[in-house]
T-cell receptor, first 115, second 118 residues
Framework: DAGVIQSPRHEVTEMGQEVTLRCKPISGHNSLFWYRQTMMRGLELLIYFNNNVPIDDSGMPEDRFSAKMPNASFSTLKIQPSEPRDSAVYFC?????????????FGSGTRLTVV | AQTVTQSQPEMSVQEAETVTLSCTYDTSENNYYLFWYKQPPSRQMILVIRQEAYKQQNATENRFSVNFQKAAKSFSLKISDSQLGDTAMYFCAFMATYSGAGSYQLTFGKGTKLSVIP
């Protein structure tokens, strides 16, 4: 298996622009997680899905952030409009729900820079 | 809410020596799991080792072992025979398994940057 695939690996955008981050979970996994990593706050859970349904989005910082999972093999995290404080590494992770206690498999992350 | 604390922002160790990374956590739950993840410069998050709270026996994976002290809510990682490839950020993480909101989520500490010196 190719693992969790995220794209793009790097993204540089101007303040006010829309940014879309993409994630393809491991085939067969039915739990998907979006995390944000910053120096100040570390790794924070933004949202997670079970069977394509958002279960907990309490970590989404504000209305500028939205996440979707239209099918079992694809998820997006969108920021509109983007701000410099959104600069961070965004990770996607997936798991088989019944195997969550064994930990998640993470993608390589997208480094977002908003200038 | 659960919290995870890693009190050592940075550590260094000589190649082939042993190093221990500290982690403490706070929870009122009785059923949970603990993890150590490694993040090398490539940025990939790699699971190193996990511990089930209901097991008294400490987990071991090759050169990596943990010292799990449930009463003290402590979960340290010992790396034996350190290698240059062990240079990375190490994150301690907690997962509670109650039913309800917040369950089965990984909560991470801020990390410890480990440098292995040749």
């Amino acid at each position: 298996d190719a693992g969790v695939i995220q794209s793009p690996r790097h993204e540089v955008t101007e303040m006010g622009q829309e940014v879309t981050l993409r994630c393809k979970p491991i085939s067969g996994h039915n739990s998907l997680f979006w995390y944000r990593q910053t120096m100040m706050r570390g790794l924070e859970l933004l949202i997670y899905f079970n069977n394509n349904v958002p279960i907990d989005d309490s970590g989404m910082p504000e209305d500028r952030f939205s996440a979707k999972m239209p099918n079992a093999s694809f998820s997006t995290l969108k920021i509109q409009p983007s701000e410099p404080r959104d600069s961070a590494v965004y990770f996607c992770a997936s798991s088989l729900a019944i195997e969550r206690v064994y930990g998640y498999t993470f993608g390589s992350g997208t480094r977002l820079t908003v200038v | 809410a659960q919290t995870v604390t890693q009190s050592q922002p940075e550590m260094s160790v000589q190649e082939a020596e042993t190093v221990t990374l500290s982690c403490t956590y706070d929870t009122s739950e009785n059923n949970y799991y603990l993890f150590w993840y490694k993040q090398p410069p490539s940025r990939q998050m790699i699971l190193v080792i996990r511990q089930e709270a209901y097991k008294q026996q400490n987990a071991t994976e090759n050169r990596f072992s943990v010292n799990f002290q449930k009463a003290a809510k402590s979960f340290s990682l010992k790396i034996s025979d350190s290698q240059l490839g062990d240079t990375a950020m190490y994150f301690c993480a907690f997962m509670a398994t109650y039913s309800g909101a917040g369950s089965y989520q990984l909560t991470f500490g801020k990390g410890t940057k480990l440098s292995v010196i040749p």
